[in-house]
């Protein structure tokens, strides 16, 4: 089946480091996917992982991927207050016989950074 | 190079006229898809169009459609227009024909069905 999800809501000290999780079910997940998205805006690809890697480090951003348990998180390192938005995680899928860049998202979890 | 573009970033319309959404990718990405967000139902995946063909369609009534022209341009219409259709409409823009990597956001239209 194609479900994703997310806690909804994570606040932490701008400073801190921030950790969005994310579940999903497809165990055929090509690629999985963190977007932000500000208010009013569309979404910005923040970084991904491919399926068959454990962790992706890009400047404050890490991926954690465990895919026995099917498990994704973000670790956002020093968060500052404009990293305050909400954060999806998707999968893409392969279809039967095809490919395919549908994208199945969470439902997003809203960062809030306090000064 | 320039990003996704939607047009128009904005749109009021009454229920049961009929509306049309247009993406252009970014230069060179063959690939477009469609989402619809809602704050009820989040983020849910309409169509995908490669090479100007429907390559995956969602779960929506057939009120909602879509085409890609041959420079990778696509349009979303949606006809007769009910209440629930009000939404960020977003579209997707990626290279090629595999399940790629990147997939860039434009900055939406949002619907307003009065």
């Known amino acids: 089946g194609e479900d994703v999800e997310q806690s909804l809501f994570l606040s932490v000290r701008e400073g801190d480091s921030s950790v969005i999780n994310c579940t999903y079910t497809?165990?055929?997940?090509?690629?999985l996917y963190w977007y932000k998205q500000e208010p009013g805006a569309g979404l910005q690809l923040l970084t991904y992982i491919f399926s068959n890697m454990d962790m992706k480090q890009d400047q404050r951003l890490t991926v954690l991927l465990n895919k026995k348990d099917k498990h994704l998180s973000l670790r956002i390192a020093d968060t500052q207050t404009g990293d305050s938005a909400i954060y999806f995680c998707?999968?893409?899928?392969?279809?039967?016989?095809?490919?395919?860049?549908?994208?199945?998202f969470g439902t997003g979890t809203l960062l809030a950074v306090q000064p | 190079k320039a990003g996704v573009t939607q047009t128009p970033r904005y749109l009021i319309k009454t229920r049961g006229q009929q509306v049309t959404l247009s993406c252009s990718p970014i230069s060179g990405h063959r690939s477009v898809s469609w989402y619809q967000q809602t704050p009820g139902q989040g983020l849910q995946f309409l169509f995908e169009?490669?090479?100007?063909?429907?390559?995956n369609k969602g779960n929506f009534p057939g009120r909602f459609s879509g085409r890609q022209f041959s420079n990778s341009r696509s349009e979303m219409n949606v006809s007769t227009l009910e209440l629930g259709d009000s939404a960020l409409y977003l579209c997707?823009?990626?290279?090629?024909?595999?399940?790629?990597?990147?997939?860039?956001f434009g900055p939406g239209t949002r619907l307003t069905v009065t």
């Open positions: 997707a823009s990626s290279e090629g024909s595999y399940t790629t990597s990147e997939q860039y």
């Open positions: 497809d165990s055929s997940s090509t690629y």
């Open positions: 998707a999968e893409s899928l392969n279809a039967y016989g095809g490919a395919t860049n549908k994208l199945i």
């Open positions: 169009y490669f090479s100007e063909t429907q390559r």
